[in-house]
């Protein structure tokens, strides 16, 4: 490969909340004497990003001044050309996108303008748990439909049950996750059309979260849920942003497209209310680097790097317990297994299982803040040789309980 995905980094010691902040995760539980931590929680990546983000950033910060800027007709382009070339979107103009500092703040503002408090809200679940913190605390009620899984165990939309709490419940606004987080699943076209159709039938406007749509693994294809059709483009608000793909996280900065004018101003009215939406110098570099042409080929091998840890993960699991069923993720680079029949079968909770890979330094996350009980969440963004170390850790720790 080109670029470097195998190169263990020290993160520790910069604020890294992945490495310096696990202790959230550990919830009292104390890891082995001398077992160094192996981060798989938050959704960031163990990778160094693309060269031509710090090269951008260091060019600008190389001049000293850094007074208010106007965003330079690049980062635009630069936005139009990518979603032009990874996803075959045309017709994208500047006016339609408007920089957010972050999906979930754009999330909110978007809520503002389409819902009053106390509204009732649809979402997918197991579901994210950003969404139910944004919702919560800005005074909106969730109604949840859940994912259900095919005879592959393929998570598949409840058409049906989502009609129902639509009308049961008089909501005129969901929030749509694309890819799905935390599952990995990458909706197919039908299914895509069959939700517009029934949001469409009912007046329900969307919120569509694309922030995990460049990465997508194996042969599976991401599509916007703008593409679907002409009343999709009207009646969808898509936010996005680079930090996912690159791992520019801790920089901020997010953007959202909505073509439908009205739409467009009342969001960027709302967003402007609180007086901090602004584009962060910084971010806009960093957006424009990664947009380059070599970032086009980083996020290539790095799907090709991710598609791997998730086929090792996944057929360790198998290979391994009988019980512990996995979903394999179509896109991002998170997994969530399901303990529910291993914990029945040794008679196990799910909290001994979490503990003991605690234990072995595997800081993971539980299912249960994203609406999966029995599951734990795992982030395989990490060099490979790391990913096997964990999950030879994780098969001690599992089969001691055993």
């Not at 920089?99 to 999330?107: A, M, P, T, W």
């Not at 909505?258 to 209310?273: A, F, H, P």
């Not at 979490?354 to 800081?363: D, N, P, S």
Request: glycine content about 8%; proline content about 4%; some cysteine.
């Amino acid at each position: 490969m080109k670029y470097d995905f195998t190169t263990i980094m020290n993160r520790g010691g910069r604020n890294t909340m992945a490495v310096d902040g696990y202790g959230m995760m550990t919830q009292g539980i104390d890891i082995k004497e001398g077992v160094e931590p192996i981060p798989m929680w938050v959704a960031d990546m163990s990778f160094a990003t693309v060269p031509t983000v710090p090269q951008q950033i260091i060019e600008r910060v190389n001049h000293p001044e850094y007074g208010y800027f106007i965003t330079p007709d690049e980062y635009y382009n630069s936005i139009i050309e990518w979603h032009e070339k990874r996803n075959g979107v045309t017709g994208l103009t500047r006016e339609c996108i408007e920089y957010e500092n972050s999906v979930l703040g754009g999330v909110a503002s978007a809520l503002s303008v389409l819902c009053s408090k106390g509204d009732k809200v649809l979402i997918h679940k197991p579901t994210y748990i950003g969404f139910t913190m944004t919702l919560k605390n800005n005074g909106y009620d969730i109604i949840h439909s859940e994912l259900v899984k095919d005879e592959n165990g393929v998570y598949r939309m409840d058409f049906e049950d989502m009609e129902k709490k639509i009308v049961e419940n008089n909501i005129h606004t969901t929030i749509f996750c694309s890819p799905h987080n935390p599952t990995g699943r990458v909706w197919e076209r039908w299914e895509l059309e069959k939700a517009m159709e029934i949001f469409q039938k009912h007046d329900v406007m969307v919120i569509c979260d694309e922030i995990w749509s460049d990465l997508i693994l194996a042969d599976n294809k991401h599509i916007p849920l703008q593409s679907i059709n002409e009343d999709a483009k009207n009646r969808v608000i898509a936010e996005y942003a680079p930090s996912k793909t690159f791992n520019l996280a801790g920089l901020v900065g997010s953007y959202h497209i909505i073509y439908n004018k009205y739409l467009r101003d009342r969001v960027r009215k709302e967003s402007s209310l609180g007086h901090y939406n602004a584009a962060n110098l910084l971010s806009v570099h960093a957006l424009i680097g990664a947009y380059k042409p070599e970032g086009y080929e980083w996020v290539d091998e790095l799907c090709q790097v991710l598609t791997e840890n998730v086929n090792y993960a996944c057929d360790f699991f198998a290979n391994e317990f009988e019980g512990i069923e996995i979903s394999k993720p179509e896109g991002t680079y998170m997994i969530f297994p399901d303990f529910t029949k291993w914990c029945e079968k040794h008679g196990r909770n799910i909290d001994e299982v979490y503990a003991a890979g605690i234990r072995e330094g595997v800081i993971w996350q539980p299912g249960s803040a994203f609406n999966g009980p029995n599951c734990i969440r795992m982030n395989l963004a990490l060099p490979h040789s790391k990913l096997v170390e964990a999950m030879d850790r994780l098969k001690m720790a599992i089969k001691g309980l055993e």
